[in-house]
C-alpha cells in the first residue's frame, strides 16, 4: 500500500528537471534567434548609440548565455517578469490584464469540449452497448442426443 503523498512527491520529483530542461532549451533558442530586444533602438537615428550600448550592458545582453540564463531563471523564481517594451508596462501587469479574456476562453472551450464528449460517455446504463462481435453461443461443445427411454 502506498501514501498518496508519496506519488505526489514522485511527480514532483519527475516535473522540476522536466520544467527546467524545457527552459533551458526554450531560452537558448530564443537566445540564439536573430536579433535582440534592443535592435529597434540601435536602428533608431535619434538614439546614440551610447544609449544602446548602455542599456545592453544594464541588461547583461552581451554577457555569455549561461549568465544570462541563471539571471533569468533567479528572476523568474523571485517573481520579477520583467518589462514588456512593446507595451511599455511590467510583464506581469500585462499577464493580469488578459488573464480573465484568457481564463474566459479556456474555460468555454473547455466546457464547449465537455457539451461535445458527454454524449460520448455512454452515461445511460440501461441502454445497451452496441456490440461489434455476435453472442457468443450457448454451448461450447456439440451437445449430445438425449440417450434416456420414453417409452
Given at each position: 500500500?502506498?501514501?498518496?503523498?508519496?506519488?505526489?512527491?514522485?511527480?514532483?520529483?519527475?516535473?522540476?528537471?522536466?520544467?527546467?530542461?524545457?527552459?533551458?532549451?526554450?531560452?537558448?533558442?530564443?537566445?540564439?534567434?536573430?536579433?535582440?530586444?534592443?535592435?529597434?533602438?540601435?536602428?533608431?537615428?535619434?538614439?546614440?548609440?551610447?544609449?544602446?550600448?548602455?542599456?545592453?550592458?544594464?541588461?547583461?545582453?552581451?554577457?555569455?548565455?549561461?549568465?544570462?540564463?541563471?539571471?533569468?531563471l533567479a528572476a523568474m523564481l523571485?517573481?520579477?517578469?520583467?518589462?514588456?517594451?512593446?507595451?511599455?508596462?511590467?510583464?506581469?501587469?500585462?499577464?493580469?490584464?488578459?488573464?480573465p479574456t484568457t481564463l474566459l476562453?479556456?474555460?468555454?472551450?473547455?466546457?464547449?469540449?465537455?457539451?461535445?464528449?458527454?454524449?460520448?460517455?455512454?452515461?445511460?446504463?440501461?441502454?445497451?452497448?452496441?456490440?461489434?462481435?455476435?453472442?457468443?453461443?450457448?454451448?461450447?461443445?456439440?451437445?449430445?442426443?438425449?440417450?434416456?427411454?420414453?417409452?
Amino acid at each position: 500500500m502506498t501514501f498518496p503523498g508519496t506519488y505526489v512527491l514522485r511527480r514532483l520529483l519527475i516535473a522540476v528537471p522536466s520544467l527546467l530542461g524545457i527552459s533551458v532549451v526554450l531560452f537558448t533558442v530564443l537566445a540564439l534567434a536573430p536579433g535582440d530586444p534592443f535592435g529597434e533602438i540601435v536602428s533608431n537615428p535619434n538614439i546614440p548609440a551610447e544609449v544602446a550600448a548602455n542599456l545592453r550592458l544594464k541588461f547583461g545582453m552581451d554577457d555569455p548565455l549561461a549568465i544570462r540564463y541563471v539571471r533569468w531563471l533567479a528572476a523568474m523564481l523571485h517573481g520579477d517578469w520583467g518589462f514588456s517594451f512593446a507595451s511599455r508596462i511590467d510583464v506581469v501587469d500585462l499577464i493580469m490584464q488578459r488573464l480573465p479574456t484568457t481564463l474566459l476562453v479556456v474555460g468555454s472551450s473547455q466546457l464547449l469540449a465537455l457539451a461535445v464528449a458527454a454524449p460520448n460517455l455512454n452515461i445511460h446504463p440501461h441502454t445497451p452497448r452496441p456490440s461489434r462481435h455476435p453472442p457468443a453461443p450457448a454451448y461450447s461443445s456439440p451437445r449430445c442426443p438425449e440417450t434416456h427411454d420414453r417409452g
